[in-house]
T-cell receptor, first 112, second 114 residues
Framework: KNQVEQSPQSLIILEGKNCTLQ??????????LRWYKQDTGRGPVSLTI?????NTKSNGRYTATLDADTKQSSLHITASQLSDSASYIC???????????FGKGTRLHILP | NAGVTQTPKFRVLKTGQSMTLLCAQD?????MYWYRQDPGMGLRLIHY???????AKGEVPDGYNVSRLKKQNFLLGLESAAPSQTSVYFC?????????????FGQGTRLTVV
């Protein structure tokens, strides 16, 4: 069964600190993996998208990694800011049926 | 550039009432989608459309109907609302198949059925 599991469920860190969010998937055949940021009361906004051949991609202070062999991805946030408080959703695309599978998200709280 | 716009943003319905959620995109995208987001769950696909005049069922289509009469609009209808349909609904659009391309989401519609 195609699944996307994220951990932790929620995370609280102090402003300025770094953090790493995890995503494990069992989606097959794999097409690509995306990380979305969802602010409270808003729709998801894309941060990165990685295909099988890419193992790292950055977007400002956000760096995503992908290990297609172990089917794991991480999202690293550097020097966190209050505006980073949001849910971060890992989404994996299967290379058929036009399907994308959403993880449940990690809720990140940045404290001043 | 507005992107994907959903109306209304909030709505409270009584059980058995009907309503239509409107999604409009100004990016000339072929593909449009309706998702629901419930606490503790990932977004789930309700219905989608691969072009004007086409619709298809997603993962959780029961109790919903959709129409895509114009390329830029995708309507989601609830004919007889049930409390189980209390959720946040998101519309998304993409230029090509969503599995291969960027998807853009609206800001969501929070629906409560009492």
């Amino acid at each position: 069964k195609n699944q996307v599991e994220q951990s932790p469920q929620s995370l609280i860190i102090l402003e300025g600190k770094n953090c790493t969010l995890q995503c494990n998937y069992t989606v097959s055949p794999f097409s690509n993996l995306r990380w979305y940021k969802q602010d409270t009361g808003r729709g998801p906004v894309s941060l990165t998208i990685m295909t099988f051949s890419e193992n790292t991609k950055s977007n400002g202070r956000y760096t995503a990694t992908l290990d297609a062999d172990t089917k794991q991805s991480s999202l690293h946030i550097t020097a966190s800011q209050l505006s980073d408080s949001a849910s971060y959703i890992c989404v994996v695309s299967a290379n058929r049926d036009d399907k994308i599978i959403f993880g449940k998200g990690t809720r990140l709280h940045i404290l001043p | 550039n507005a992107g994907v716009t959903q109306t209304p943003k909030f709505r409270v319905l009584k059980t058995g009432q009907s309503m239509t959620l409107l999604c409009a995109q100004d990016m000339n995208h072929e593909y449009m989608y309706w998702y629901r987001q419930d606490p503790g769950m990932g977004l789930r696909l309700i219905h989608y459309s691969v072009g004007e005049g086409t619709t298809a069922k997603g993962e959780v289509p029961d109790g919903y109907n959709v129409s895509r009469l114009k390329k830029q609009n995708f309507l989601l209808g609830l004919e007889s609302a049930a409390p189980s349909q209390t959720s946040v609904y998101f519309c998304a659009s993409s230029l090509k198949q969503i599995m291969n391309t960027e998807a853009f989401f609206g800001q969501g519609t929070r629906l409560t059925v009492v």
